[in-house]
């Protein structure tokens, strides 16, 4: 090999390097990001049980009662 080719196989060998840190950086981004969006899911899904707890223990009483109720004037 004469140094021409020496000096590009260093070069490709910087630039996969380059690279690879670039990706390994990308993928620690990512899996912060993955991270969080766990936590925000986890704690929507602990609100949405809440929420659907108290509907379901409602009182009923304070709606109307559909068959006390007038039809609307265009009847």
Known sequence: MN???IQALEERINDMECK???QEQT???LNDALT???LLISKMQ???KYVVGKVKNM???NL???SE???PPHY
């Open 3 to 5: 140094s021409k080719e």
């Open 59 to 61: 009182d009923t009483s």
């Open 36 to 38: 969080q969006q766990q």
């Open 46 to 48: 602990d609100q949405m």
């Open 20 to 22: 690879m840190a670039f």
């Open 64 to 66: 109307a009662d559909p």
């Open 27 to 29: 993928i620690d981004e």
């Open 69 to 71: 109720e007038t039809p």
